[in-house]
């Protein structure tokens, strides 16, 4: 599986950006696709997940009211809406994905990782 990100790219505090994660595969009905993050002399961090059962998500408390993750069935495509961005969301954001019901956490818990899309917040 092929993960197509894009979306990245430099905004002011304040700004709103939005990443697309395109997938080469279908989808299955266990499939999980989200976002992770790392910034520069960071860990990588995850950002948000959302299943295509049952359309539930999961966000990191520091994006919470701010980002929303979205799925397009169609596209086989995810979304990361960004909005009221800082300066510490400053990071390169990887797509996500896992077919396979998984009860494990963490980055461990996908199989499949994009390039990244790069998102600078300029204060």
């Known amino acids: 599986v092929q993960l197509q990100a894009s979306g990245g790219g430099l905004v002011q505090t304040g700004g709103s950006l939005r990443l697309s994660c395109a997938a080469s595969?279908?989808?299955?009905?266990?499939?999980?696709m989200g976002w992770f993050r790392q910034a520069p002399g960071k860990e990588r961090e995850f950002v948000a997940d959302i299943s295509w059962s049952g359309v539930s998500t999961n966000y990191a408390d520091s994006v919470k009211g701010r980002f929303t993750i979205s799925r397009d069935n169609a596209k086989n495509t995810v979304y990361l809406q960004m909005t009221s961005l800082k300066p510490e969301d400053t990071a390169v954001y990887y797509c996500v994905r896992t077919d396979r019901v998984q009860t494990i956490e963490g980055e461990h818990r996908f199989d499949y990782w994009g390039q990244g899309t790069k998102v600078t917040v300029s204060s």
């Open positions: 595969r279908r989808i299955y009905s266990s499939t999980v």
